[in-house]
């Protein structure tokens, strides 16, 4: 039986998005969600992906180890406002729900973040969320970040440890990182404000010691609304992938971002998923084409077509993606 998962591939330890609508007496925020997990089961194709991941920067103040961009850096900037604007202003005509800004790189070093975050929201984009690396949160930067209307906000933390944490995260100060995120708690928490509603990413690896996980959720639980464990995926070693080390495939998955997302790079590249930044699968170029195009055009429709007939493993691309391996079904 084809199995169309919809939850999570990391296993969570507190909290979830699903039940972020009551939080956010929103109504609009359950719409989506259902919609999240209908249309992968049904099959449903939109006229433009429930979500869009805007990998929109390519610069980074980080030398983490494990980065892909530690072996390439897939562009040389930022994309435009102009485009990012016809991107929204294309895909909120037909309805999108979610935009995720992004990169390769650290999004709120792009001079146009909080532009960019707000124009979504005037929009009508229900959930404007944002990856972090957390190192530009400060009172000031925060206040802005406040008041940008920002949903959601996911930071890597990794480690409540100060040593472990700024080994993996090379060129971030613990001290400081940590006291910018507690300030934007603060600050909100203030506000009497849910939003952003805040994330804190924990990377699962070998090389950590077993306990780090429990400090790390000590740490954070009382303070975030959600924590999430994550796998440690090595880009740049094939032999070395934590997931084909740790769990076991599920052969009959097929996947749900191919209902639910589209990625676009900063030179307006529309790839097949978050994991192809090296343009492996090029479905389009925003330049050019519109998102429906490309979202509804026959490449991305013969790769669903393969996903949906059990037989993902037939892509090499897909063949041995992390989000196949069942977290359920660990190895050790
Ligand atoms: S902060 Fe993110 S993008 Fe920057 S080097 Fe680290 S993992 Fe890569
Ligand atoms: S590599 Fe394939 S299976 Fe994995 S997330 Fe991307 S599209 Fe889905």
Known sequence: MLNVKTGSISPEVLGTDKKLGPVFHDEEWLEYRRKWDAYPQEGIVGKVPL???L???DVCNLKCPMCPRQEFIPGKGY???SLVKKVIDEATEH???AFNFAGLGEPTLCPDVLKVIRYAKEKGVVDVNMHTNGTRLGPEFNRQLIESGLDRLIISLDSANKEVYEKIRVGASFERVYAGVEDLIRQRNERVSKKPHI????????EKDPTEKDRFIA??????NRIAVLRYLDCQGEERLYHRNNYQQDRSFCCPELWRRLVILSDGTAVLCPRDMKKRHVLGNVQEQSVTDIWTGEKMQRIRDVHRSGKFRELDFCRDCPDSYDSKRSLK
């Open 55 to 57: 990998f929109a920067v």
């Open 51 to 53: 979500q869009i991941d």
């Open 219 to 224: 740490h954070w639980s009382d303070k975030v």
């Open 79 to 81: 994309m435009s406002f």
């Open 199 to 206: 994330k804190a990413n924990f990377i699962e690896m070998d």
């Open 95 to 97: 309805g999108l729900c």
